[in-house]
């Protein structure tokens, strides 16, 4: 138990602040400066690095040419744009839909136990490392299957962004200011369509920030792809196959004992960089405008 | 005439006792009074928009209403004044079951709003009869014409030339039309609050409901605003039942035919309100509202 007000009060210094407490309050700013630095340098550091490596490789031709056998030169990365994209772009449909129902579900009915144990699920499942998850989705699916496919990595990758979506819905969808809800059901409107048609639009901006950023974090996974999807040296924009992606290209190239490959990896690194910054931009413009 | 309730208690006052009754207040026309037929059938042609009976209401252990028993006339305004806390808010949502969202909360009495036992009516039917307006201005963040149309949709209504023509009517009634028909696909959330609060009564008018509670429905407003609504609630009151819980009490002796006067859950005293302001026949009354113009 904390102490009742009173004796809260009484504990305080009087006077100004002493010169005990004045050094202190040297001491945390300095703190805090350092651990915003100690944040901010590497941060700085890795674009740099980033930028400085990858650039010498940037080219059109990067965007739009397909990968060149060992020993010939140029060649880009066009299939693993793409395959990002698409794997981006479906695993989001995917994680979207399952992800803002259960946090809707969760901010509207979630009371009883069942409710509980479906958040204490997305926690848990928050803190799976995403190579596990790579595991189950390649089990569950690709075994399924019987082959790697682009729909088993679009499925891990969803899987890695429920936690995330599943919370941020919940939050959202419970700032929805009371009153909005009030006036829906005093206007005799039923629950779910106090939800569909009142809740649901005034959260969907805080929902599709969220849902972003958890691309752009699922963009840049790596382990789970490899288990699931694959990669793919040959153009493919099929569900049920293989599929080239960023990571996974640049995990290869990285590892290959070829300076060019190499150089590509580091120009892969920078535009997928690229990629997921010029999503948030827009994103962030995009909530600017509907806020 | 009316049945007066029976329940008045004398409720423990925390209040100054105060002395000399001024008497400032310049009341309204006293309203006709209701032509009441004792014995009518509940359905047919009911003599009271509202009537509650015997209505206690308990949120968990805590009562807030006290056994509670008044009528409202059909097309009469009826304001609900007393201190804050003292359960206006709670009464005026028992009428059409806004109770319901909270959870713990229990009711005994009879409550009957537009012909409908409100217990076992279907909510969704009693609210259509019964609109409300709240404190603070809450029209969607959607367009004007959105706001108004919302309880149309609900109905089913998708016609395009019907929702336009009610969403007009309805705008026209709440004296809002003219300051917005250029605008009607703009965000209602850029309108001023006063207009705001004229658009809430638009959409609440707009499923032709049979009474209409207001709560505080000027408090967040400014004077213009607020004289904009009144003017209002005095127009609406040719078609409408109106029930307004104000603290305001000028505000009770300009739009109200009758005023209850509500003390820690208890119906203390309803009359009309020239009478209810000018010789109220119960002290703590007279304290009250003597106490907020002394
Ligand atoms: N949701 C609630 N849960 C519990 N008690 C409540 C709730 N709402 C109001 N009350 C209590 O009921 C009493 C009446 O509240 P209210 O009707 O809001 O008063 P008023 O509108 O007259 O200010 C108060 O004592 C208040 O604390
Ligand atoms: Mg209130």
Redesign the pocket.
């Known amino acids: 138990m904390s102490p009742a007000p009173r004796d809260r009060l009484a504990a305080l210094p009087r006077g100004g602040p002493g010169l005990a407490r004045r050094a202190w309050n040297a001491l945390v700013l300095a703190g805090c400066g350092a651990g915003l630095a100690l944040v901010l340098l590497p941060m700085i550091m890795l674009v740099a690095h980033i930028v400085a490596r990858g650039l010498p490789g940037l080219s059109l031709a990067f965007f739009v040419s397909m990968p060149k056998p060992v020993g010939e030169p140029g060649g880009g990365m066009a299939n693993a744009i793409v395959g990002t994209m698409i794997l981006v772009g479906a695993c989001g449909l995917i994680a979207v839909r399952v992800g803002g129902g259960t946090g809707l579900y969760l901010a509207e009915y979630g009371r009883g136990p069942f409710a509980g144990a479906v958040r204490y699920a997305a926690e848990l499942l928050a803190g799976v490392p995403s190579i596990v998850v790579g595991v189950a989705a390649y089990g569950l699916v690709v075994l399924t299957i019987g082959h790697f496919s682009a729909i088993a990595g679009a499925i891990a990758l969803a899987i890695l962004m429920l936690p995330t979506i599943v919370r941020s819905t919940e939050e959202v969808v419970r700032l929805v200011p009371r009153s909005y809800r009030e006036a829906a059901l005093a206007l005799g409107a039923p629950r779910w369509r106090v939800v569909q048609s009142v809740v649901l639009p005034a959260a969907s901006a805080g929902i599709v920030t969220a849902s972003m950023l958890a691309l752009a974090r699922a963009a840049g996974e790596t382990a789970p792809l490899l288990l699931t999807a694959l990669g793919n040296r040959f153009w493919s924009v099929a569900l049920d196959q293989p599929i080239a992606s960023l990571p996974v290209m640049i995990f290869d190239y990285a590892r290959a004992p070829y300076s060019d490959w190499n150089q590509q990896a580091w120009t892969g690194a920078l535009v997928l960089l690229l990629l997921v910054t010029a999503v948030s931009a827009m994103l962030r413009l995009a909530v600017r405008r509907i806020g | 005439m009316k049945p007066r309730a029976g329940w008045m208690s004398l409720a423990t006052q925390t209040r100054p006792p105060s002395v000399a009754p001024a008497r400032g207040e310049s009341a309204p026309p006293p309203p006709a009074p209701a032509a009441s037929a004792p014995g009518a059938p509940p359905v047919a042609e009911a003599p009271d928009a509202i009537s509650v009976r015997d209505f206690s209401l308990f949120?968990?252990a805590?009562p807030?209403l006290k056994h509670i028993g008044f009528d409202v006339p059909a097309h009469s305004v009826t304001a609900i004044i007393?201190?804050?806390?003292?359960?206006?808010?709670?009464?005026l949502r028992s009428f059409n079951r806004m109770n319901d969202l909270?959870a713990?909360v229990r009711t005994e009495g009879e409550v009957r709003v537009a012909g409908l036992d409100v217990r076992s009516a279907d909510v969704v039917e009693l609210r259509r009869r019964v609109g409300m307006v709240f404190q603070r201005p809450n029209p969607f963040p959607k367009s004007i014409f959105d706001n108004v149309a919302f309880g149309l949709r609900l109905l089913g209504i998708r016609d395009r030339a019907e929702l336009e023509a009610r969403v007009e009517q309805s705008l026209l009634r709440a004296a809002l039309w003219n300051e917005v028909r250029d605008r009607l696909n703009r965000s209602a959330l850029q309108l001023s609050g006063g207009q705001q609060q004229r658009l809430c009564i638009a959409r609440c008018l707009a499923v032709e409901p049979e009474v209409i509670l207001m709560?505080e429905p000027a408090s967040a407003l400014d004077p213009t605003a607020t004289a904009r609504i009144e003017e209002l609630v005095l127009d609406l009151k040719r078609a409408y039942t109106i029930v307004v819980?104000t603290h305001n009490m000028q505000q009770a002796a300009r739009i109200s035919d009758r005023t209850a006067f509500?003390l820690d859950?208890e119906l203390i005293e309803i009359d009309e309100t020239p009478r209810l302001f000018t010789s109220p026949s119960r002290k703590l009354t007279e304290d009250y509202i003597t106490g907020r113009f002394g």
């Open positions: 949120y968990g805590h807030a007393g201190p804050s806390g003292c359960g206006k808010s709670t009464l909270i713990g709560d819980v509500l859950g």
